[in-house]
């Protein structure tokens, strides 16, 4: 199918959805910040308020805003969940999405940079470290690193040289972005000392220890999930 018939196919909300993707982007809207609203936005793309509100569902569901009842809707992310071929955006608890989400990478990547250790070419792991460096300067400026630790994760899945874990980096996808929009991208500490010590093991063809630095990284970042999910379950019994 041609790029101009898919365009075509697009519902008027699917159109502005894009549009408003655009908007936040370009202005730029960011992280925290509200954006215009809904009587706004009409008048902003010339569109109904039942348009507006389907593009608004939309980006919610993609992980890029967050409608807070009685106050209006915020970025919390602009990083686009784009490929979610399982429909995974649509799952409405994003805590238990997260946490469901890390219990498959733990039985799927530190397989993968084991496999990476084997497989990999001097010039790959270069491509590694260099990932790790662009991570590490986006993260000390203060950047949405979001799309880098995408690549990264998504390269060492490449390495792994089993094409059936390629066709599995959509579910990695989700599952960065899942976290980060929860988490407001904490954990940087912890998340660049063990990109660097997988990188490491990967450069010393030490797969023992690329597998276990893996279930470091995530097991961080599961913990923040499991706390997370905890006061939110308090909260919800204060009430």
Not at 14 to 30: A, C, G
Not at 42 to 64: C, H, N, P, Q
Not at 186 to 205: D, G, P, Q, W, Y
């Amino acid at each position: 199918m041609r790029q101009n018939e898919a365009l075509e196919k697009k519902t008027l909300g699917q159109k502005t959805e894009d549009r408003l993707m655009k908007y936040i982007l370009d202005r730029p809207i960011q992280i925290g910040e509200k954006i215009p609203n809904e009587y706004a936005l009409t008048e902003l793309f010339d569109v109904g308020r039942s348009t507006i509100r389907e593009a608004v569902k939309g980006l919610v569901s993609r992980g890029v805003l967050e409608v807070r009842r009685g106050d209006g809707t915020y970025v919390i992310s602009t990083s686009y969940m784009e490929n979610d071929v399982l429909g995974l955006g649509r799952i409405r608890d994003k805590y238990q999405l997260a946490l469901d989400l890390f219990e498959v990478r733990l039985m799927i990547e530190p397989e993968v940079v084991t496999w990476a250790c084997k497989r990999a070419t001097e010039e790959q792991i270069d491509k590694a470290e260099q990932l790790c460096d662009e991570i590490e300067k986006l993260y000390n400026q203060g950047v949405d690193h979001i799309y880098k630790d995408i690549e990264f994760h998504c390269f060492l899945a490449k390495l792994s040289g089993n094409v059936v874990v390629e066709r599995l980096l959509p579910v990695i996808n989700t599952a960065v972005v899942t976290f980060a929009n929860i988490t407001y991208r904490s954990l940087k500490n912890e998340t660049l000392t063990t990109h660097r010590a997988i990188v490491k093991a990967l450069r010393t063809r030490d797969a023992v220890g690329a597998r276990c630095a893996m279930i470091m990284h995530l097991t961080y970042n599961r913990q923040v999930i499991i706390e997370l999910l905890e006061e939110r379950n308090r909260n919800t019994s204060d009430v």
